[in-house]
Every structure is written in C-alpha cells, then in structure tokens.
C-alpha cells in the first residue's frame, strides 16, 4: 500500500528518494511524488504510474537539495491521477505533506475550509491535512503538525515540511507504521525498512500518537501531549541483498525457492530432538499461563488466514487445547465469549495489517492474551502482542505470500509441538515430529525440482478460465491457498473447495475445460479424495493431482500428478502448497502478468 520515504542530511535527496521509492514498489501503489527542498525553495514532482515514469519526468531537472519527502500512493479517496498523488500542499504551497493510512473525518473538515474560502486542488483526504498544518502553524511545524493530529481522526503516518523551516521534517504517527533510521550522513523515514536498509540498518520505530523532528544532525521525539521521549536504537538483520532479485525473474519466484531455506530458519535454534520439545525463547515471557492455555483463536487475513486454517488442524492433533480460527476483518463482528486464559494469535508477514491489528486491540479489551508470529521485526502487530515467534525468512517481496505461509506452518508446528508436549504428547510423538520438520528443507528441493514438470502442465491449462482446487482436513486450506496464488496472480478465477462440499454444488461447474487440483497425498482422507477425484473424471473434467512419491494408483485416474515426499500427514500441508505456489506462477507467466506487483493489490494492507 502506500509508501514514504524521507531524507534529510548531507547528500543530495533526489538520488535517495528515488532509490527508496523503488525499494517500496512491491508494496503496491499506482502513483507517485516527491518534494525536495533547498533553502525555501520546495520543488515537487509527481506521477501516475511506475516511478519509472516519475524518474523520467525528473531526469535532465536539476533538483538540489539536501532535505525531501517521497511517496507512493495506492488509491483510496479519489482516482489515481496525478492532481491526487503525494506530496500534497496547503492552498500557499508553503507546507508539503505525504500520508499513509485515511483521514476519516475529512469530509468534515474538507467542508469546514471551504466555507472559510480554502480552495482544494485534489480528492483526497491527505490535503486536508497540508490545509490544516498550512493554517496552524506560527513558527514551528513540530506543534503545526501536533495541533492537527488533535483536529484529525483516523489513521496516518506522515511526513511534512515548511518553506520557512529548511532541512527539518516533521512526522507523525497513528495507526500507520513510521521508522525512523539514523545514519552518519543524515536522518531517514520511512514506512517500511526496505527503503532505507541500502543506507542504514540502525533505527528506531515511532511507537502510535508519537511526532518527531528530524534533521540531518539529530532527531526528538514527543508524544501527541509534547512530552519529550527517548528510546533506543535497534539494528535490523535485513540486508539490501535481501531485496534483489539475485538472477530469478520475478521475486515471487525467488521467494518460491528460498524455503528450504526459510523452513531451516524457522527451524533454526528451536529444536531439541532428543526430548521432542521444541525451544521458543519468544513466547517465554507468557508461558505460565499459556502452559495452561485450553482456548485459542487464530486471527489473520489472506494467506496468512489460511496458514492459520492448517493451524487449527495441527493444534488439535497435538493438543489438547480448543481453536477457532477467524477472518481478522470479520472478527469485530462475531459475539465471541472468550473462556479464561484465551490467548489469540495473530499470524502476518508484514505485522502491519490493519484489520489483524483491529483484530488484536479488539481481543486485548475483552481480557485475552495476546501472541504473534510476524515477519517484520519491531512492525506494530509484533509490538503490540505479549509475545510471539518470529520467522527470520527475510523480506518477501512479491505480493503473493510463498515463504512466509510455510515458515507460518513451520512455526505453528512448533507451538502445538511445544504445548502438545506440556499436555498429553508422548516423547515418541514429539521425536518422530522434530524428525520430520528437519527434513523438511530437502524434502521441498525435491517438490522444486520438478518446477519443470509444473511449467509444462501450466502451459498446458493457463488458458482456461475457471479453476477448482479440492482437498480434505490438513489439505483443505492447501485447496484455499492454491485457489488464491492463481487468482490473485494470473487473474484467473478459481475456487477453493473442500472436496467433501463437491457434490453440494459445485460439481455442476464439472466440464472438461475446468481444470481441478485436487490435493491427494497418501493420508487417511485417501481413499475419500479418491472417489471425488472419479467423480470429477466421469463427467470430462481434467485432473491434476499433488500426490505422494510413488502413488501408482494415482496415475491410473488423473491426468497430470505432480509428487511429493512421504512425510507426517498433518506436515503433508508443507509440501503440498509448493506445486500450488508454481502453477499459480507459471500460469500468470504464460500470460504475461505482472507477477510481483498484481493489478490492484498491495503487499502490506495498512487500510480496513
Ligand atoms: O502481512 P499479512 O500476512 O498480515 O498479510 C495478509 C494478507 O494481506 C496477505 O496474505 C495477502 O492475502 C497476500 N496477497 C496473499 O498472497
């Protein structure tokens, strides 16, 4: 979703707002601006498109100066032209501003100016705030911008600056993630690390209702009230490497092979084979009570939903505790009565996602305990839960999440393994458990390694319009995931099913140019896939199968099976999703698709 990047030091900013904008594109955006500023001159550029397009219209400009603020916007309140893109400015043009996350009052307030003769230039609701800060402030842009953070209601992050103040930017924050990053040559913003990591990997996050004044000497913060705040730095792991694309087309593709080595990360220090327990240091801090846990609700969006659809399986066969798993954005609205010592969990690769955050504040009020497995080190979801488990997988770039939702499967494992262990799971059971997640990593080479079968089966089904994928128990959600890789990247519909629902419905889509993955390895829903799967096959619908090594029945009754290693049924999920993750790839390949950055999706979804 929307991005901001901001520099102010020694160098030139035109060169690093550009770089930091690149960073940020995976994010999602379909314009794009920036504001450098020398002295009291504010020169701002802004495009639709790619920043391609915004780096084409600067190219051959001399823009100096040594302070700027850069943006990415993915459209929300108006369309994206570029009279809406960031930065926006008060009707003077003395104050410039870019803004993530959505002024809900503005219409208000938008009204309000107007009756008082402010003449607006754009839809949005980020001009609103440049009126705002334009008309309050008298000499500082620190209390301009204070005194508007009590005028405004909603959710953002920015960024200002002021003619008359030169190399100073004012930001704040509230319910919209803003990082401060501290280098030798100066100070750094941003919403996300990637966009500074090539310059610094030293930071410091701005926590909610939080401002702060940076220049290219130093840096303050205060609280919303001006009450001064300290906080020390912390260095992140991520490095500008991370985020390249290291000889692979497309980051979906690169992500797709690094699980191996993202499992070995997840898996990383935490196993002890010899006892059958896992070690997870990160949930230490609660294990008293979470030892005595029996109540569990999974919240999450997307993939990392599905992830936690496996998870309630897992939880059940290895413990003893009770799950439910909910739609982050629906959970505000189920009348859920949490038993005492309910812990909720929230899964999300960016820890950024508003409607998991919502989720989360919403469970904390009615008394449950809060956990997280997150990506991003020090992201909001990771700050505002008691504890929680990180997946070290590095950045995942491409929208459509790969690396994180097995590393999720991983670390679930781990958790139900651990609390499993605590109740009723035998040592036998948590030995042969840790056996199987070591073997994971080569297990998946192994799925990788028929990436060519899998391209030509893409190749030869990508033009159908309809898909259906089928699965039962661990492998019902793989069915889910599967459906939402294809749609999302080739932007071919597809459904997901549980293959138990066929005959309720939607068997009558059956026709022989609806392709149907059907996920069947050798577990106990078998022989139950099986007959599904002959059901398909009487009435002309092709069959693609993600089966088990060695499965010969299979191949008699599909038409194209794609293998995967033996291995603990529930950890069946793992492998299974792979074949999934590179059929969806290869079909929006075929078709030419922006694989990385889908029409009207963005990677971290700051918005309810
Ligand atoms: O960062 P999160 O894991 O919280 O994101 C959740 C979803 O927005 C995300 O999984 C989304 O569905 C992806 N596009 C799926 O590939």
């Known amino acids: 979703m929307c991005g901001i990047v901001c520099y102010v030091g020694k160098k030139q900013a035109k060169p690093i707002l550009l770089d930091g904008l690149k960073q940020l594109e995976y994010r999602g955006y379909d314009s794009a601006g920036v504001a450098v500023q020398q002295g009291s001159d504010i020169d701002c550029y802004r495009s639709v498109g790619k920043i391609a397009e915004l780096e084409r219209k600067l190219n051959g400009l001399e823009i100096n100066g040594t302070t700027g603020i850069a943006h990415t916007r993915w459209a929300t309140h108006g369309e994206p032209t570029e009279e809406n893109a960031h930065p926006h400015s008060d009707q003077d043009e003395n104050v410039f501003v870019i803004h993530n996350g959505i002024i809900e009052n503005y219409h208000m307030l938008k009204k309000k100016l107007e009756k008082q003769g402010i003449k607006f230039r754009s839809e949005t609701d980020t001009e609103v705030l440049a009126q705002l800060i334009g008309l ?12 508007t953070m009590s005028q405004v209601e909603g959710t953002f992050g920015v960024a200002v600056i002021h003619k008359d103040v030169p190399d100073e930017i004012v ?35 701005l926590e909610e209702n939080e401002l702060a004044t940076l220049t290219a000497d130093g840096f303050s913060m205060s609280t919303a009230q001006a009450k001064p705040i300290e906080r020390s730095m912390e260095t992140v792991e991520w490095r500008i490497e991370d985020a390249e694309l290291d000889g692979f087309p497309h980051f979906m593709l690169k992500e797709i092979y690094e699980q191996p080595e993202t499992i070995k990360n997840a898996l990383r220090g935490r196993l002890e084979p010899g006892e059958g327990v896992p070690k997870l240091g990160g949930i230490m801090p609660v294990w008293d009570t979470l030892k005595e846990c029996r109540h569990l609700v999974i919240v999450a969006c997307g993939t990392s939903y599905y992830a936690g659809c496996v998870g309630r399986y897992l939880f059940e066969k290895l413990t003893e505790i009770d799950v439910e798993v909910e739609l982050a954005s629906e959970f505000r609205y189920r009348k859920l009565n949490f038993p005492p010592n309910t812990f909720i969990l929230a899964l999300s690769q960016s820890g950024e996602t508003a409607d998991t955050l919502a989720a989360l504040r919403e469970a904390k009020r009615k008394g449950a305990s809060l956990l997280g497995v997150v990506n991003v080190v020090g992201s909001s979801i990771s700050r505002e839960t008691e504890a929680g488990v990180y997946n070290h997988a590095g950045p995942e770039i491409g ?74 128990k661990y492998n019902y959600p793989i069915a889910l995931e599967g459906a939402l890789k294809l749609k999302e990247i080739s932007y071919i519909h597809a459904e997901g099913y549980p293959a138990g629902e066929m005959k309720h419905g939607p068997i009558a889509l059956i026709n022989p140019d609806m392709p149907t993955v059907a996920v069947v390895p050798r577990d106990d829903m078998y022989e139950k896939m099986i007959s599904n799967i002959q059901e398909i096959k009487s009435r002309r619908g092709p ?14 009754i599909a038409d194209e099976v794609i293998e995967i290693p033996e291995t603990l049924q529930y950890l069946n999920p793992i492998l299974s999703v792979v074949p999934c993750q590179l059929l969806a790839y290869y079909c929006a390949s075929f078709l030419g698709r922006d694989i990385d950055k889908p029409r009207n999706l963005a990677k971290s979804v700051t918005v309810e």
């Open 136 to 147: 309050n402030y008298e000499g500082s842009l620190n209390e301009a911008v204070r005194k």
């Open 171 to 205: 930001i704040a924050r509230r319910g919209s993630p803003l990082i401060i990053g501290v280098s030798e040559d100066g100070h750094f913003a941003a919403s996300d690390v990637s966009a500074m990591v090539r310059y610094t990997n030293k930071v410091v996050h």
């Open 399 to 472: 929208v459509a999440s790969t690396k994180i939702f097995t590393s999720q499967l991983a670390i679930l494992t781990l958790m139900a393994l651990l609390l499993g262990r605590h109740q009723n799971l035998s040592l036998t059971e948590g030995v042969e458990a840790i056996r199987a997640l070591q073997a994971l990593p080569d297990q998946i080479k192994t799925v990788l390694s028929q990436a060519n079968h899998i391209e030509a089966v893409a190749e030869q089904y990508y033009k159908c319009g309809n898909w259906l994928f089928l699965g039962r």
């Open 543 to 556: 069959v693609i199968a993600i089966a088990t090594q060695g499965d010969e029945k299979i191949r008699e």
